[in-house]
């Protein structure tokens, strides 16, 4: 019999433990469903991960590689309001990929005094970089708004970000977020900006936005271009 390595094993392991806490929660999976999902023995499972915890510490550290990329902000250039788009919509992108730590964050943080830490770092971070593209927003005009309302923009747009999956599942607990969760939290948080927009911008991310919840939060060949465009 051929043998897996113990590298792809590990993949193997943690992306369908990642599967199933998405879709079930993390506190209803166990270690022999994931083992069974993989189709290897609980005990090389737990060759590879003696407990579920160390599971979810290694998914962690993959979504914070993940949820820092979001915090980039333009180089060498005035912010634009797609900048703003493109940093929801990638936070939003990551969120729906590790949902299961959003979904099951309460539940987590009673366990994890190191996860604690990490996410209200990430919720920390979230909103300094929302604030500096609000700030460089209203540095060209674009947006009106002073200096301490710019900050509580920022920090309730971190806080749709956190919670919106949970409002979500509230709603509708049987449905399996997708693309369609993705765009509405999107854009409900571009909803914040909206009122301190000029006419112009305010225009530009209605129809973004109108456009986006159309589109179930995917993208097609043109907005790929222009996320691409964006990112540079």
Known sequence: MEHKPKRQTRERIRNAALLLFNRFGEPNVTLSAIAADVGISHGNLHYHYPSKDRIVDELVQDFLVEIEATFALPGGRTVEADDLWL?????????????????????????????????????????????????????????????????????RMAFVATWWLCHALVLNPRAEPDGDTLAKGVARCLSLAAPYLREEERAHFDKLSGHYIKKGGNKNDGEENKVEAVRR
């Open 87 to 155: 940093f929801l919509h990638l936070t939003f992108e990551t969120i729906l990929r590790h949902r299961f730590l959003y979904r099951d964050l309460i539940e987590l943080l009673s366990r994890h005094r190191l996860i604690e830490k990490q996410i209200r770092r990430v919720i920390e971070e979230q909103t300094r970089t929302a604030e500096a593209l609000l700030s460089g927003l209203a540095a060209t005009g674009a947006l009106v708004v002073d200096a301490a309302e710019t900050r509580a923009l920022a920090e």
